[in-house]
């Protein structure tokens, strides 16, 4: 079908070595741009903890929630404390 096969490690140097030279061109704007994300995040925050847009009333709620029982876990617990009051 093609004339010329390129063994699979040449493909793999060829590869590597063009995301290496990507980095290396755009690798600044893309800090630059990671940088800018983190403050966009940073100013949010307050913004949004004010009107209630995260999760920290939901994981609040959840964590002071009493545990949840299984049914066959409480009764297994109710039939050994009636055994230990029989016994007492």
Not at 29 to 41: D, G, Q, R
Not at 48 to 60: F, H, I, N, V
Request: proline share 5%; net charge positive; with cysteine.
């Amino acid at each position: 079908m093609f004339r010329f096969r390129i063994p699979p490690t040449v493909l793999l140097v060829l590869i590597v070595a063009g995301a290496s030279c990507i980095f290396v061109f755009y690798g600044l704007y893309l800090l630059i741009a990671l940088i800018a994300l983190n403050l966009a995040c940073l100013l949010l925050a307050p913004i949004a903890r004010r009107r209630g847009w995260g999760a920290e009333g939901r994981l609040t709620r959840h964590l002071s929630r009493p545990q949840i029982e299984d049914e066959s876990r409480r009764a297994i617990r109710r039939g050994s404390v009636r055994a230990l009051k029989e016994e007492g």
